[in-house]
């Protein structure tokens, strides 16, 4: 769990934040996750065991069962983002001319945290997992934030608490920042 210092936000017109491990820690016992996942298409008669949540998700896109693997993942995302820890970072909400939050998680569980720990009113605009059709560390969740934003890349600052996050900023052409960065 990363809980660092906040990067320098200064330099830019927007600041883009990933959310789980940056702002807010989860309460998502993943391993229950991707067991209930696997469930789901085992009843489907498809096998996925042994195979990591992220895959998992990818094979759901193949084999037509998205809507109900993102079911109970969002559900327990959800659960978690509701008895989320709120992280030093968030501290830093609301310091930026525009900002917005980008997240491999479902765009009601960020929500669902952002509400819980009062940030909400900080953020304009939200993107997650499934709001539009490809996940980080593919660029568009980002893009589309700035977009939203009405930003571009070149003025904005990325936020992150992972490698994927990293990636999604260099393929997007926005500067990124890890959490722990001062």
Request: hydrophobic fraction near 45%; charged fraction near 30%; include cysteine.
């Amino acid at each position: 769990m990363t809980t660092g210092s906040v990067p320098d936000l200064d330099a830019f017109d927007a600041v883009v934040w990933d959310l789980d491990g940056t702002l807010v820690q989860l309460q998502v016992d993943w391993d229950r996750v991707a067991s209930d996942v696997t469930a789901t298409f085992e009843s489907a008669g498809i096998d996925a065991a042994g195979i990591d949540l992220w895959e998992m998700l990818n094979l759901a896109d193949r084999t037509d069962l998205r809507e109900e693997v993102e079911a109970v993942i969002a559900e327990h995302e959800r659960t978690g983002a509701a008895a989320s820890d709120r992280l030093p970072c968030a501290d830093a909400l609301g310091r930026a001319d525009a900002e917005a939050v980008c997240s491999l998680n479902c765009e009601t569980a960020c929500r669902v945290a952002l509400d819980t720990h009062g940030l909400a009113p900080h953020v304009d605009a939200v993107v997650g997992r499934d709001t539009v059709a490809t996940r980080k560390p593919d660029p568009e969740p980002l893009l589309e934030a700035l977009r939203r934003l009405d930003r571009s890349p070149d003025d904005a600052l990325f936020v992150g608490d992972s490698p994927r996050d990293a990636e999604a900023a260099e393929r997007a052409g926005v500067a990124f920042r890890y959490v722990d960065e001062g």
